[in-house]
């Protein structure tokens, strides 16, 4: 059974940096696309920044610049470096892996269970 667990959330000031990471576990061979995203209070979920297997990236409008995201194809982890922190990334930031093989399956949509980032202004 394929799962991915997300830790490095938290409480952190305006202005300050936190990293997020991803482990996925359960026979994996190899994964497709890995992916940040989050969802704020009353708001829908949205895309922060996705990493194809070659290491293709690409990031929401809001983040460039501010945030990057990196993976380790071998560990099957992908990480979220987030700095020059804003309020308004606020919000439950979650795992995601598309096209998951593992020693018995193919699978297409995963979904951590969330780790909460708050930023006081």
């Known amino acids: 059974q394929v799962r991915l667990v997300e830790s490095g959330g938290g409480l952190v000031q305006a202005g300050g940096s936190l990293r997020l990471s991803c482990v996925a576990s359960?026979?994996?061979?190899?994964?497709?696309?890995m992916a940040w995203y989050r969802q704020a209070p009353g708001k829908e979920r949205e895309l922060v920044a996705k990493?194809?297997?070659?290491?293709?990236?690409n990031y929401a409008d809001s983040v460039k610049g501010r945030f990057a995201i990196s993976r380790d194809n071998v560990k099957h982890t992908v990480s979220l470096q987030m700095n020059s922190l804003k309020s308004e990334d606020t919000a439950v930031y979650y795992c995601?892996?598309?096209?998951?093989?593992?020693?018995?399956?193919?699978?297409?949509?995963?979904w951590g269970q969330g780790t909460q980032v708050t930023v006081s202004s």
């Open positions: 359960g026979g994996i061979l190899g994964i497709n696309d």
């Open positions: 990493i194809t297997r070659d290491y293709v990236t």
């Open positions: 995601h892996a598309s096209r998951v093989v593992t020693t018995t399956t193919i699978g297409y949509d995963y």
